[in-house]
Every structure is written in C-alpha cells, then in structure tokens.
C-alpha cells in the first residue's frame, strides 16, 4: 500500500519558517520524483517544488525561488520541504506527491498539511 505521511504543517508569521515532511513508503522511493503542491482557499492546485530521486534534479515555482528548499533523505524515504521567509500569501494545504515519470501527473497524493502564515 503506497502511504505518503505528510507532517510539519502549521501556523507561523510572516518571515518565518516551517519545514515540511514527507515519508513515503509502499513503493521504490529512489525510482520517484516526490512533490509538493499546495492549494490555497479559491485557488486551483500550483506546483510548488520537486525533486526527482533518480538524478536529485529539482523544481521550484517562481514564488518561491530563493525561500523554500526540497531535499530528500533516501535512506528514510523521506522527502523535507522547508519553508523559509514565509509570506501570507504562501497559505495553503501543502499535499506531498509521488510521481513515476515525474513532477506531473502525479500518480500518488497524500493527505494535505495547513500552512498558515499570519501576517
């Protein structure tokens, strides 16, 4: 069963930080690229950031270029999202993905994580 555990969502002002978790198991992790999208209230789905465990490239939207960093712990199969400056505009649930063939589509979602950023 592919299980993506998301953790570390959360309230926080604005020039803050959070760090998101994403422990995935239930299939072969390093074959994977791993994904955050967020959703913010009235807004679709925008990828925010990617990495894909087969080369380590990564992915950012430009929003959040220069503040929010990805990186991936093979060993735990885990997948870290942190959020550094954030600005309240940054609000959202945060969802981890899982992709075979990439960043998008994604083929695994998992449960959504509240970032709140007050300003």
């Known amino acids: 069963e592919v299980q993506l555990q998301v953790s570390g969502g959360g309230l926080a002002q604005a020039g803050g930080s959070l760090r998101l978790s994403c422990a995935a198991s239930?299939?072969?992790?390093?074959?994977?690229?791993i994904g955050w999208f967020r959703q913010a209230p009235g807004k679709e789905h925008e990828g925010v950031s990617c990495?894909?465990?087969?080369?380590?490239?990564?992915y950012y939207v430009n929003s959040v270029k220069g503040r929010f960093a990805i990186s991936s712990d093979n060993a735990k199969n885990t997948v870290y999202l942190q959020m550094n400056s954030l600005k309240p505009e940054d609000t959202a649930i945060y969802y981890c993905?899982?992709?075979?063939?990439?960043?998008?589509?994604?083929?695994?979602w998992g449960q959504g994580t509240l970032v709140t950023v007050s300003s």
């Open positions: 990495i894909a465990n087969k080369d380590g490239s990564t």
């Open positions: 993905t899982a992709g075979a063939f990439g960043c998008y589509p994604a083929d695994y």
């Open positions: 239930g299939f072969t992790f390093d074959d994977y690229a």
